[in-house]
C-alpha cells in the first residue's frame, strides 16, 4: 500500500451559458431564518419548522391551510414545550405544492385578520357614538 494520497481534485462545475439553470428554492426565508425546510421533503410533502412559534399561529395557519381544496393534509405540532419552536407539515395534491399553500395560508390567514381588525374598529366607532344613556341596543 503506498502512502501517497489516492485523492483527486475535482474540477469546479461549470458556470454561466450551456448549464442547467438552479434549482429555485424550496422557501424563501426571511434574512433572520425563521423558517426553514425540514429534511425528507418533496414538492407535495413537506415539513416546515417556524422559530419562535407557538399553537397560536399553529392551530389558526393549520385551520386556513386545511379550507385549501388542492391540500391533503395539513398539521402541525410544538416539539417540546420549552422551545420556541412550531412544526407544520402540509401534503398537497398534484395542482400545487406545499410550499404554494404554505404562502396561500399566510396570505389567507392575514386577510382573515385584516378582516376582524376592520369589524372591530367599525363596531368601535359605532359603540362609540352611541348615546350612552340610551339601553335599547344592550
Known sequence: MSSASQDQPMADAPTGEGTAPAAQPMLEVAADNRIRVLPGSSDTATSFQLEGEDHTLGNALRYIIMKNPLVEFCGY??????????????????????????????????????????????????????????LSNT
Request: charge should be negative.
Open 77 to 134: 405540532s410544538i416539539p417540546h414545550p420549552s422551545e420556541a419552536k412550531m412544526n407544520i407539515r402540509i401534503q398537497t395534491y398534484d395542482g400545487t405544492t406545499a410550499y404554494d399553500a404554505l404562502m396561500k395560508g399566510f396570505e389567507d390567514l392575514a386577510n382573515l385578520c385584516d378582516v376582524v381588525v376592520d369589524k372591530f374598529n367599525t363596531a368601535r366607532s359605532e359603540f362609540a357614538q352611541r348615546d350612552p344613556m340610551d
